[in-house]
C-alpha cells in the first residue's frame, strides 16, 4: 500500500521555464509534508516543507502546494535551472507531538532541465 | 554537506555474512533515523532512534538490528545477508520535535 506517490517518472522543461513536480497521498493522518533532492551518489537534500495548515509555501525559487482536499501537493521551481537536474523525492510525516517522526516517500520524479 | 556523516561509504560483502553500518548525526540532534534504498525503489523507513531509546519501527527485517549509543551516534547491523539486502542505507537526523530530517552520504551495501 503505497500512501504517497508521484505518479511521473520523470519529467523533462527547458531552462527558465516552470517546473511542477506533483504528489498524491492516501492517509489523512499526514500533517507534514517535504520535498527532497537527490543527486547520484548523494544522500537527499531538504528543499522546502509545509504543514497540513498552511495551503503554500515558497522559499526562493521553490513553492509547494497543499490541497488537502485532493490529498496533492506539488512543487513549483521557477525558473528552472540546468543544476536543478535531479531527483525529486515527496514526503510525509504523521508524527504529531510524538516525535515519531518516520517519513514516508514517494518514489521519486527525476528532473531534467535542458539548457 | 547536511553534517551526517556514515562510515563506510561502500561495503562489498558475500552472503551469509554480517556487516555494521554507522552514522554520526548533526551536533544537537537526539533522533536518528535508518532508511532503505533498493534498486528502483523509494526510500523505505526502517527504524528511528530519540537520545538512546527505540522510537518507531518500520518494516525492517528480524535480521537487522539498531543502536544508538549515549555519544548519539547510531550503529545499523544487518546479519545473515541475503543477495536482495544490496541497498543504499541512509541514516538521517532531526532536532527534538522537528519535521525535516537531515540525511547521510549514504552506504551503498553490495552483497555478492
Known amino acids: 500500500d503505497q500512501q504517497v506517490k508521484q505518479n511521473s517518472p520523470s519529467l523533462s522543461v527547458q531552462e527558465g521555464r516552470i517546473s511542477i513536480l506533483n504528489c498524491d497521498y492516501t492517509n489523512s493522518m499526514f500533517d507534514y509534508f517535504l520535498w527532497y533532492k537527490k543527486y547520484p551518489a548523494e544522500g537527499p537534500t531538504f528543499l522546502i516543507s509545509?504543514?497540513?495548515?498552511?495551503d503554500k509555501n515558497e522559499d526562493g525559487r521553490f513553492t509547494v502546494f497543499l490541497n488537502k482536499s485532493a490529498k496533492h501537493l506539488s512543487l513549483h521551481i521557477v525558473p528552472s535551472q540546468p543544476g536543478d537536474s535531479a531527483v525529486y523525492f515527496c514526503?510525509?510525516?504523521?508524527?504529531?507531538?510524538?516525535?515519531?517522526?518516520?517519513?514516508?516517500f514517494g518514489q521519486g520524479t527525476t528532473l531534467q532541465v535542458k539548457p | 554537506d547536511s553534517g551526517v556523516t556514515q562510515t563506510p561509504k561502500h561495503l562489498i560483502t558475500a552472503t551469509g555474512q554480517r556487516v555494521t553500518l554507522r552514522c554520526s548525526p548533526r551536533?544537537?540532534?537526539?533522533?536518528v533515523y535508518w532508511y532503505q534504498q533498493s534498486l528502483d525503489q523509494g526510500l523505505q523507513f526502517l527504524i528511528q532512534y530519540y537520545n538512546g531509546e527505540e522510537r518507531a519501527k518500520g518494516n525492517i527485517l528480524e535480521r537487522f538490528s539498531a543502536q544508538q549509543f549515549p555519544d548519539l551516534h547510531s550503529e545499523l547491523n544487518l546479519s545473515s545477508l541475503e543477495l536482495g539486502d544490496s541497498a543504499l542505507y541512509f541514516c538521517a537526523s532531526s532536532v527534538v520535535g522537528g519535521h525535516e530530517q537531515f540525511f547521510g552520504p549514504g552506504t551503498r551495501l553490495t552483497v555478492l
Open positions: 551536533s544537537g540532534d537526539l533522533s
Open positions: 509545509i504543514s497540513s495548515i498552511k
Open positions: 514526503a510525509a510525516s504523521a508524527g504529531g507531538s510524538s516525535n515519531t517522526g518516520k517519513l514516508i
